[in-house]
């Protein structure tokens, strides 16, 4: 059975800083990308950030310059290191990995960031 384990998140202050991880577990064997999605209450879930196996990276506007996300795909583990937050980082944010077709996408059980202002 595929797991994907959070550790980080949290309460910070608006310009702090927190740190995501996650690790994968199980026989996974066709990884395509992994990243985090965010889910803030009424909005539907958003792509944060990704990386490729081949080690490409995609962040959202809203984010770049501010996170970044690393991956180590031998360990199947993916970091996500967020300065500068804002009030508006807050949400739920989940870990994804999304295998090579025909092999499913998996998720995490998500874990909770608060920036207050």
């Known amino acids: 059975q595929v797991q994907l384990v959070e550790s980080g998140g949290g309460l910070v202050q608006a310009g702090g800083s927190l740190s995501l991880s996650c690790a994968a577990s199980?026989?996974?064997?066709?990884?395509?990308?992994m990243g985090w999605y965010r889910q803030a209450p009424g909005k539907q879930r958003e792509l944060v950030a990704a990386?490729?196996?081949?080690?490409?990276?995609n962040y959202a506007n809203s984010v770049k310059g501010r996170f970044t996300i690393s991956g180590d795909n031998a360990k199947k583990t993916i970091a996500l290191q967020m300065n500068s937050l804002k009030p508006e980082d807050t949400a739920v944010y989940f870990c994804?990995?999304?295998?090579?077709?025909?092999?499913?996408?998996?998720w995490g059980q998500g874990t909770q960031v608060t920036v207050s202002s």
């Open positions: 994804n990995l999304r295998s090579r077709w025909p092999d499913p996408t998996y």
């Open positions: 199980g026989r996974i064997s066709n990884i395509a990308a």
């Open positions: 990386v490729t196996s081949g080690g490409s990276t």
